[in-house]
């Protein structure tokens, strides 16, 4: 043998006994299925932050469609006599409306312009339905031209419709607008092309796509994430900067163009992200949010104020700020009244609302939360309140209390132990911490009790550092993903007390964002899937229906040497599967045994790995990306190597 091959031969040799020497051996009892998994097990969390609602989700593109920002033409740009008025409304709980009055010269135009929220995006060959409520201004007045138009980026019309207004009675116009283009910053304007003064209310413009008045495309978004829950509308929002600007959900539902503006807690919340223009149309309301549920396949989670005020924005003294237990009554019936519209009969008030809304058939509620991240003794002693209430009307509904606004620490064990002394069903807890955190606590739930109320992880996100002058989409890197990966496996290994959790916040604009990271970002135009949003996607289409108990030489795998594992059956699919992490910078080689089965006649293998700074970005939307492949299974096991950074799922049938 030549000196050569000899030494080849003995450094593979040695090569293959250390990577031997390596393998881990992951045993999953796989004969055994445990508790099971809730549903509802990973969902959403929805707040009108970043612009995520109007500006986002919610596709109507006219800012301050109802002229009722207290600056009541923020959004628009007038050009001759235009005029706000607020006599004999069209609607009664938005009273503003503007009048148009000929300039008085042929050559001189009166009119208004709205160029959106960052502008208006057109998309070549989409229509877009234009509704103007409008009437003659003057008693005598015949008649009045309108015209609207959709204008590109170089000021350009690309499409006109004219509208004559005949009567001195509000009546709503509509027209379909076809854009010629495609761009991100266009406009529509509003000409008084003749006649008399008319009065002009509720302008809107919706792209001919959106579904039940939401962008498509973000809808789509959510319905790929298989959510099993949906909770909404917030967040703060939820508790206002005070309490008359708390989200009121009775002045979310009904016809859009009477619902009452609300301001957005978000506007001026941070300082170099001011957004003085940021209002709540409550276009997209609850009866929408439950719509959605629907649509996405997600339990609907509504969250009311229990009476506090933010009380991040507020003093725990200050009386105004928080409603005496005594005069807690509305904000109650607020909750009752809300599983009555959600599920009530036709034949009551407010489930007969949702039939004339178009959905006579209950939403099937079934879980409700009150307060958003409440601390201290104000909050136990009002949910006191709302949970007798509730409990003696609608036993069957389930309760979620909060453990305030961080993961540990005097006021969460506090809010913990007045949650299990009122008895709440889930406890909503929420932690905002470094990629560092999360993949040490992934073994945070193995020792939670399991008795008592189980665990809402609400709202969620690893934060990277640094991050501050690089773009927008830079805080959502693949750091981030793979630590709430890794960390993930201790959920779903915990699925016997954690029966819900929500990644946080879920939108932002990437022009009017104010908190970041966020799970999906987009423009006017475009929306980008974040390396967190495919993490958020592999736990929701794979998480199975029964725990099973995975263990490395006996003990959970919960990052010793960088390894975190999680195992599940899905009874429906007929599927074992496994969740890895690798949070190390080498590979590990892993031999996954599944004990009770004979002989594997499938399996696969899904990988989300890339370099920690890597994200996407709306330009370059597929930088990281999971891919599947098939792979040979020896018997009843798998041998398998994970690369470096990595997160896979296995799935075997
Ligand atoms: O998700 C953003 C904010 O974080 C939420 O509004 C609040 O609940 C938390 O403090």
Redesign the pocket.
């Known amino acids: 043998m030549k000196r050569n091959t000899i030494w080849s031969l003995i450094l593979t040799t040695a090569l293959s006994l250390t990577a031997n020497a390596q393998t881990r051996e992951l045993t999953v009892e796989a004969g055994k299925p445990g508790a099971p998994i809730q549903p509802t097990m990973y969902g959403i969390?929805f707040?009108d932050?970043n612009f995520g609602a109007d500006g986002g989700l919610y596709a109507e593109m006219v800012q301050n469609r109802s002229f009722e920002f207290p600056q009541h033409l923020m959004g628009w740009n007038t050009f001759g006599k235009v005029a706000v008025n607020d006599y004999e409304p069209a609607f009664k709980r938005n009273p503003h409306y503007v009048t148009i009055t000929p300039s008085g010269h042929r050559e001189k135009q009166s009119g208004l312009e709205n160029r959106g929220f960052f502008g208006m995006g057109f998309k070549k060959g989409m229509k877009y339905d234009f509704t103007v409520y409008a009437r003659l201004n003057n008693l005598q007045g015949k008649q009045a031209k309108l015209r609207a138009e959709l204008v590109d980026d170089n000021d350009v019309p690309m499409d006109k419709q004219t509208l004559t207004v005949a009567d001195n009675k509000w009546h709503k116009y509509t027209a379909t607008l076809t854009a010629r283009q495609t761009l991100q910053k266009g406009l529509m304007r509003i000409f008084l092309e003749g006649g008399e003064p008319v009065d002009l209310d509720f302008v809107s413009l919706f792209p001919e796509d959106n579904w039940h008045g939401l962008r498509a495309d973000l809808v789509k978004d959510l319905e790929d994430l298989h959510p099993g829950i949906f909770r909404f509308p917030?967040?703060?929002?939820v508790e206002g900067t005070d309490l008359a600007t708390r989200y009121e959900w009775k002045n979310s539902v009904g016809c859009p163009e009477d619902r009452p503006l609300n301001e957005n807690r978000w506007n001026y919340t941070f300082a170099h992200r001011l957004f003085p223009n940021y209002y709540q149309s409550y276009g997209l309301g609850f009866y929408e949010y439950f719509l959605l549920s629907e649509k996405i396949g997600a339990e609907p989670l509504p969250v009311l104020s229990v009476g506090l005020a933010c009380q991040?924005q507020n003093d725990d003294n200050d009386i105004n700020a928080h409603v005496a237990v005594k005069d807690l009554q509305p904000y109650i019936d607020d909750a009752l009244d809300l599983i009555e519209f959600a599920n009530g009969s036709v034949n009551t008030k407010w489930g007969k609302l949702r039939a004339d809304m178009g959905h006579p058939k209950p939403f099937n509620l079934k879980q409700i939360g009150i307060g958003?991240?409440q601390w201290g003794p104000l909050y136990p002693e009002r949910l006191a309140e709302f949970i007798k209430q509730i409990r003696a009307k609608y036993p069957d509904i389930k309760i979620c209390g909060s453990a305030g606004?961080l993961a540990e620490g005097d006021n969460f064990d506090y809010g913990w132990k007045e949650m299990r002394r009122l008895n709440v069903d889930l406890v909503d807890e929420?932690y905002?911490k470094s990629p560092e955190w999360f993949l040490k606590n992934a073994g945070r739930y193995d020792n939670y009790s399991r008795k008592g109320p189980k665990v809402f992880a609400g709202?969620y996100a690893a934060h990277v550092n640094k991050r501050g002058d690089q773009p927008t989409t830079a805080m959502n890197d693949f750091e981030a993903a793979l630590a709430e990966a890794c960390f993930m496996t201790g959920l779903e290994r915990n699925a016997d007390v954690v029966y819900q959790a929500t990644y946080?916040?879920l939108f932002a604009h990437v022009e009017g964002w104010q908190?970041r990271p966020d799970l999906i970002w987009f423009d006017n135009l475009r929306s980008v899937r974040t390396p967190n949003w495919y993490v958020q996607m592999l736990y929701g289409t794979n998480k199975g229906t029964n725990m099973l108990k995975l263990t490395e030489n006996g003990t959970p795998v919960e990052g010793k040497n960088g390894l975190y594992a999680s195992a599940v059956l899905d009874k429906i699919k007929r599927q074992y599967i496994v969740k890895v992490g690798n949070s190390l910078d080498r590979q590990q080689t892993v031999s996954i045994q599944l004990k009770g089965l004979k002989k594997l006649t499938a399996a696969r293998q899904t990988l989300l790995t890339a370099k920690l700074t890597d994200n996407n970005s709306l330009d370059h939307p597929d930088n990281v990306k999971p891919v599947t492949q098939d792979i040979t299974a020896n018997g009843n096991s798998l041998s398998v190597t994970l690369p470096a950074k990595s997160f896979s799922v296995f799935i075997v049938e």
Request: aromatic share 24%; proline share 12%.
């Open positions: 969390f707040e932050i917030g967040g703060c929002i991040y958003n991240e606004p929420h905002y709202e946080a916040p908190w």
